[in-house]
């Protein structure tokens, strides 16, 4: 909780900035996501429910930025949408 709460502080001084390149960053690794899921084989429902996932998380985090939400609502959705993405990737290359 210690490091959170340092993230979060550190996210608020800079929102703006950082905002602007975790965009980028959660938006890569979402494609990379989304690739794999659509690339493995798996059953087709599994294989769409993973991309609307990542694409909504993805979504809600750039809807986020846009409408000027609160930093830590918008840290949240940063840290979802990531963790969701690197958890697609994983479980799609083992």
């Given at each position: 909780?210690?490091?959170?709460?340092?993230?979060?502080?550190?996210?608020?001084?800079?929102?703006?900035?950082?905002?602007?390149?975790?965009?980028?960053?959660?938006?890569?690794?979402?494609?990379?996501?989304?690739?794999?899921?659509?690339?493995?084989?798996?059953?087709?429902?599994?294989?769409?429910f993973l991309v609307l996932m990542v694409t909504?998380?993805?979504?809600?985090?750039?809807?986020?930025?846009?409408?000027?939400?609160?930093?830590?609502?918008?840290?949240?959705?940063?840290?979802?949408?990531?963790?969701?993405s690197v958890i697609t990737i994983a479980a799609?290359?083992?």
């Open positions: 909780m210690k490091i959170y709460n340092e993230l979060l502080r550190e996210f608020k001084k800079g929102q703006t900035g950082y905002s602007t390149i975790a965009i980028i960053g959660q938006s890569c690794i979402g494609s990379v996501a989304v690739m794999l899921a659509l690339k493995n084989e798996m059953p087709i429902a599994l294989r769409f909504i998380l993805c979504m809600a985090y750039n809807a986020a930025v846009l409408a000027h939400l609160k930093a830590k609502i918008t840290f949240n959705l940063l840290i979802m949408s990531v963790v969701f799609n290359l083992i």
